[in-house]
Every structure is written in structure tokens, then in C-alpha cells.
């Protein structure tokens, strides 16, 4: 059984970055993708970014891709996301997930595997 802990979350003034880790321990995962999603108050959890393991070819949506950048470090067993120019709508608990298929898709119901998530909160 893999288990996911993340990490990194905090308090940063807007303008400021922050590094999510994202330690990954059990089975290899190295079959799959793997993917960070967030839920801010009220609202539903929402796809960020995803790479693909072996070949660490990243995706994103839209409103983050110029912003954040996912990375994973395959000898670590570790996946990150570097955020920067945080504002406030990115206050939310940051989660890692591992697909059930292995593929990764926005649909959070498709992830099997996750972590307990990581609290990012940004100040004005």
C-alpha cells in the first residue's frame, strides 16, 4: 500500500513562493502518474497540475500554468510543486493523489491514493 505526505504549507504574504513536497512510501509508484490537487473553503477539490513519473512530462490547468511548476524526483520518491507570485486565491489545503489507473485525469473520483494535505494560506 503507497502512502502520500505532504508538505511545506504555511502562512506567505502575497507576491511571496512556496515548495510543496510530496513523499510518496510503500510500492513504487513508478508506473503512474501522480498529481496535486487543492480545495479552498467552500469549494470543491480541484485538479492542479500532474506529471508523469517515468518521463516527467507535466500538465496543468489553465489558471495555474504560468505560476506553478511540478516536478518529482524519482530516486526520492518524491513529487513538488514550486508556486510563486501566490495571492490570495491560493489559499487552500494542497493534496497529492495517485491515480487509480495510473493515468492522471481532473477528475479527483479517478484517485485512490492520497495524502492528508498541506494548508498554504496567503496574507495581503
Known amino acids: 500500500q503507497v502512502q502520500l505526505v505532504e508538505s511545506g504549507g504555511g502562512v506567505v504574504q502575497a507576491g511571496g513562493s512556496l515548495r510543496l513536497s510530496c513523499a510518496a512510501s510503500g510500492r513504487t509508484f513508478s508506473r503512474y502518474a501522480m498529481a496535486w490537487f487543492r480545495q479552498a473553503p467552500g469549494r470543491k477539490r480541484e485538479f492542479v497540475a500532474a506529471?508523469?513519473?517515468?518521463?516527467?512530462?507535466?500538465y496543468y490547468t489553465n489558471s495555474v500554468k504560468d505560476r506553478f511548476t511540478i516536478s518529482r524526483d524519482k530516486d526520492k520518491n518524491t513529487m513538488y510543486l514550486q508556486i510563486v507570485s501566490l495571492n490570495l486565491e491560493d489559499t487552500a489545503v494542497y493534496y497529492c493523489?495517485?491515480?487509480?489507473?495510473?493515468?492522471?485525469?481532473?477528475?479527483?473520483?479517478?484517485?485512490?491514493?492520497w495524502g492528508q494535505g498541506t494548508q498554504v494560506f496567503v496574507s495581503s
Open positions: 506529471i508523469t513519473w517515468i518521463g516527467g512530462t507535466p
Open positions: 493523489a495517485a491515480p487509480k489507473t495510473g493515468r492522471a485525469t481532473i477528475d479527483p473520483n479517478e484517485y485512490d491514493v
